[in-house]
């Protein structure tokens, strides 16, 4: 990766060693990387509010993350002038592709660097998973075919026999009984009580046009919750009813979070202008390095 200073390996996961810049934040390495804001925390346990210039984060790949120029994608073989000695040396098989056998211990970036072509080529070529892994003695073609060669081709699906349509009964079906409750209306059964799980994240959106109407949406400050180290998504509001799971969203970046309210925020001192405090958990869910920012929170009454 040009923006990259290296890259590590943990067990089949490839990890792209990026160092921070000024100004730079989670969301716009997940933005940069085409990943998720998760999973970069999910590999960086160590990292604590803001970036800081010249820290390294450890961001996964899980996708390919280089776009290839707009260009229409070519179809004939690189040059030979780009093949590099040792890869002109590899056999080829029966469809004149240069391929190489994986040996015990090698990574898909060491073949790479081996042989002169990149990580990203490779995956395209073989038809690899995003993140790169390759097995022992796995067959990797180095050098596609001159003239457009077929390389890795799938295997056709074998399609099943088709089967005769049933044709339909001729004979006209026999009335059925009238049933005198047909036009008696429907009781609408009550909704069954639910218990709130510890994670905010498991609520599902509303699903009844009703509870869309009846939802209360605010926007204003928020700020983290002082003092708070608790591994949960909580917060405090001035006007939800304690044990309410309210949606969250950052109006700069659009992240939300669901968090569960756990008590009343004065309208005193501070939190006067603050609509809610989050625990530092939803904070970093949000993605800001702001003490205080802008969102727009929404939750059934």
Do not use: C, W
């Not at 604590?48 to 996964?60: D, I, M």
């Not at 700069?252 to 309208?267: A, E, F, K, T, W």
């Amino acid at each position: 990766m040009p923006d990259s200073i290296g890259v590590e390996y943990r067990g089949n996961k490839m990890l792209i060693k990026h160092l921070v810049t000024a100004g730079e934040t989670l969301y716009g390495l997940s933005r940069r990387y085409k990943v998720t804001v998760e999973s970069i925390v999910e590999a960086n346990p160590q990292l604590q509010g803001a970036l800081v210039k010249g820290q390294v984060v450890l961001v996964p790949r899980t996708r390919v993350v280089l776009t290839p120029a707009p260009a229409a994608r070519a179809t004939a073989a690189a040059p030979a002038t780009a093949i590099t000695p040792a890869a002109r040396a590899l056999p080829t098989d029966a469809r004149g592709n240069h391929v190489y056998t994986v040996k015990p211990g090698q990574t898909l970036f060491s073949i790479a660097q081996r042989f002169g072509v990149s990580t990203t080529d490779l995956i395209r070529l073989n038809r690899l998973p995003a993140s790169g892994t390759v097995n022992a003695n796995q067959l990797l073609v180095i050098v596609p075919a001159p003239a457009g060669g077929v390389v890795a081709a799938k295997p056709t699906p074998t399609r099943p026999a088709p089967v005769a349509p049933v044709p339909a009964a001729t004979t006209p079906a026999a009335p059925r009984p009238e049933d005198p409750d047909r036009n008696r209306p429907k009781e609408t059964p009550a909704p069954a009580e639910t218990t709130a799980t510890d994670d905010p994240e498991d609520e599902r959106a509303p699903e009844h046009a009703s509870e869309i109407v009846s939802r209360v949406r605010e926007s204003g400050l928020a700020a983290i919750i002082e003092g708070s180290t608790t591994e949960k998504y909580l917060a405090l509001h001035k006007t939800a009813p304690v044990g309410t799971i309210m949606q969250v969203r950052n109006i700069m970046n659009g992240q939300s979070v669901y968090v569960r309210v756990i008590g009343h925020l004065p309208d005193t001192g501070d939190n006067a202008n603050m609509l809610v405090r989050l625990s530092p958990r939803a904070v970093q869910r949000l993605v800001t390095p702001d003490q205080r920012f802008r969102v727009e929170t929404s939750y059934v009454p």
